[in-house]
């Protein structure tokens, strides 16, 4: 399955059908008079968020939704029936934005939450409807109202509890397949991840959601390499994790290359809790691992770890000082959970 992660469509809820013009015609009843039903109402469109979707690839082969119209009215007094509401499913975590690109209209984070988008039109009164002492035949009915219309952005931002960040090649596709089950492409060159990955790692009995975003370069913000477009799947974590190359000759300026891309981006990432971990570690000996940490000591004041990831090096404590920053109330207990299973981003293109 390819990923995507943003898209516009055009919807159109359904319009009124049209008021009937009918009259009795019963052969023993001499003034029998109007009875033309009233049109049913046209079906509105609603968006519902999903579990079970981690893409927006199908709105890439159809980008035009239509609600169902409501039926003209029949004589005898029958309504038209109503059209069919549309039910439009987005994974968790989708934006849905007007047409300007920048006003938020909901951002479906529940599962099961409904959000009306575009409500459908009236149906039109039959000619019953207006029948009175002093036009007691009219031949006239309403044409019901219009379906309302919108064109909007789905924008879908990934529900992660930790942010895997850092330079292309530090080792960040392989912290998480060596912490979780997903298997995202590893390779030696850099921009091998080209996409957002998911994993589930198990700390202490309590679920932790990796998100792997591929790597940032100096100039990402001005769309340089790969840009900065993959950043927004990591403004809802609650920390990220900041992976550095341990074998680069200045770990310092890594690190300060992601921040200021973090900074340049928003506030409100350059203020996420951040935890630093010198990665391949293992290509190092002891007296060069403490020349790495000191040199990055001097600009970043937390606990530095230093892991491997492809040793399964000193990851465990690392993940728990991570766990320290979930908030209680996004963390699951597994005590009882026999089987753990990852749900894995899947690639795109």
Request: charged share 25%.
């Amino acid at each position: 399955m390819k990923f995507l992660d943003q898209a516009k469509i055009y919807i159109k809820a359904g319009d009124g059908g049209k008021g009937c013009v009918a009259f009795r015609r019963e052969k023993f009843i001499e003034f029998g008079g109007p009875n033309g039903g009233d049109g049913g109402d046209g079906g509105s469109v609603y968006f519902e968020a999903v579990e079970n979707l981690n893409t927006l690839i199908d709105f890439r082969y159809q980008q035009h939704f239509k609600a169902q119209k409501g039926q003209q009215g029949m004589g005898s007094e029958m309504t038209g029936y109503k059209g069919e509401d549309l039910i439009i499913k987005v994974p968790v975590g989708t934006e849905i934005v007007a047409d300007d690109g920048q006003t938020v209209l909901k951002d479906m984070v529940v599962a099961g939450e409904r959000f009306l988008i575009a409500k459908g039109g009236k149906g039109g009164l039959g000619n019953t409807r207006f029948k009175s002492s002093t036009n007691q035949a009219p031949r006239y009915a309403g044409p019901g109202t219009p379906g309302e219309e919108i064109w909007v952005w789905l924008r879908l931002k990934i529900i992660a509890d930790v942010g895997l960040i850092g330079l292309p090649n530090a080792g960040k596709s392989t912290f998480l397949s060596a912490v979780t089950s997903a298997r995202p492409k590893i390779a030696a060159y850099p921009f091998t991840t080209l996409h957002p990955h998911l994993g589930v790692a198990w700390i202490d009995g309590k679920e932790l959601v990796l998100a792997d975003i591929p790597g940032l370069i100096e100039g990402a913000h001005e769309g340089i390499g790969l840009g900065d477009r993959f950043l927004k799947h990591v403004e809802r974590c609650s920390v990220f994790l900041h992976l550095i190359d341990a074998t680069s000759e200045d770990v310092a300026a890594d690190y300060q290359t992601i921040r200021r891309e973090l900074e340049l981006y928003s506030d409100k990432l350059k203020n996420k809790p951040t935890v630093v971990a010198l990665n391949k570690c293992d290509a190092l000996s002891d007296e060069e691992i403490q020349k790495k940490t000191t040199q990055l000591a001097q600009i970043y004041a937390g606990e530095i770890f230093a892991i491997s990831a492809a040793a399964h090096r000193n990851l465990q404590p690392c993940l728990q000082k991570v766990e320290q920053f979930v908030p209680r109330e996004r963390r699951s207990n597994v005590e009882n959970a026999e089987v753990k299973t990852d749900k894995p981003w899947s690639p795109l293109d």
